[in-house]
């Protein structure tokens, strides 16, 4: 199994899973050119698609899901709510092949084992991803602004994990934005702090880990320094193990062995 991302923040994103020879994509932020122009610097066009796995509704992870599948004829997978909310906006699932998804109940994509996760995160039914493949695991989790036993359950014991470290809290607290925004971002249903995300650290087995990706960094009220220096105190070793994913290029191929 391996990972690779289009690009990660409030811009767009886009995760990419293959397992033996299935190969999906985790939300599709960016518009349908920009999706296949970066899905050609892997050498990858939307053909070689089994799968588009939608989290929720805002468009910096569904903008480009819509017109991708209308016109490659990419299966796309989501909750019912998220597919519901999506309805009507211009990355609408219309006349796309929808299949519903149901948190805590795993299902097959050819290869790979799917289990949809729910996360507190304000959008309508969100959920964030796990897969499986053979005996490796790998965890997707961002866009949730606290985290539950459930969340600490399920991504307890992962081989690879793409992980949300949206904020600095002092960052966002004398940053740009209006204090409506930054309770928001900072809420129980907003996004992980760098100090939320070395706390789910706490709890997980990170010797297990082989690649640990920080994501969804805001440019506004974050720094990779920042990121990784919190990090660093919560995994002491191996820290060669770890990366941030930017947003203009994400990060290349890292194979799960």
């Known amino acids: 199994m391996r990972l690779a991302s289009l690009g990660s923040g409030s811009k767009g994103n886009g995760t990419l899973v293959r397992a033996g020879d299935t190969l999906v994509l985790v939300d599709c932020g960016f518009t349908l050119r920009e999706t296949v122009r970066r899905?050609?610097?892997?050498?990858?066009?939307?053909?070689?698609?089994?799968?588009?796995?939608?989290?929720?509704?805002?468009?910096?992870?569904?903008?480009?899901?819509?017109?991708?599948?209308?016109?490659?004829?990419?299966?796309?997978?989501?909750?019912?709510?998220?597919?519901?909310?999506?309805?009507?906006?211009?990355?609408?699932?219309?006349?796309?092949?929808?299949?519903?998804?149901?948190?805590?109940?795993a299902f097959e994509v050819a290869d790979l084992t799917v289990t949809p996760v729910t996360v507190p995160h304000d959008a309508r039914e969100p959920c964030q991803y796990r897969?499986?493949?053979?005996?490796?695991?790998?965890?997707?989790?961002?866009?949730?602004?606290?985290?539950?036993?459930?969340?600490?359950?399920?991504?307890?014991?992962?081989?690879?994990?793409?992980?949300?470290?949206?904020?600095?809290?002092?960052?966002l607290a004398s940053g740009?934005?209006?204090?409506?925004?930054?309770?928001?971002?900072?809420?129980?249903?907003?996004?992980?702090?760098?100090?939320?995300?070395?706390?789910?650290?706490?709890?997980?087995?990170?010797?297990?880990?082989?690649?640990?990706v920080l994501s969804h960094l805001s440019e506004q009220n974050n720094t990779p320094e920042h990121a990784l220096a919190r990090i660093h105190q919560a995994v002491v070793h191996g820290q060669e193990r770890i990366r941030v994913a930017g947003q203009n290029h994400g990060f290349d191929w890292l194979d799960i062995h």
């Not at 930054?182 to 760098?194: I, M, Q, T």
């Open 176 to 212: 740009p934005y209006p204090i409506s925004l930054k309770r928001r971002v900072g809420g129980n249903y907003g996004h992980l702090s760098n100090e939320q995300a070395a706390t789910l650290l706490g709890h997980c087995n990170v010797d297990r880990l082989q690649h640990l």
């Open 39 to 105: 899905l050609a610097l892997f050498g990858l066009a939307p053909d070689d698609l089994a799968a588009v796995l939608i989290t929720h509704e805002h468009g910096d992870h569904v903008r480009g899901a819509g017109a991708l599948a209308r016109k490659y004829g990419v299966p796309l997978y989501s909750t019912f709510g998220t597919a519901r909310a999506v309805t009507g906006k211009p990355a609408g699932f219309q006349n796309t092949l929808w299949r519903e998804v149901r948190p805590g109940r």
């Open 131 to 171: 897969f499986s493949w053979r005996d490796r695991e790998l965890g997707v989790l961002t866009d949730l602004g606290s985290l539950t036993p459930h969340v600490v359950e399920c991504y307890r014991e992962c081989d690879a994990l793409v992980l949300e470290c949206n904020h600095d809290p002092e960052l």
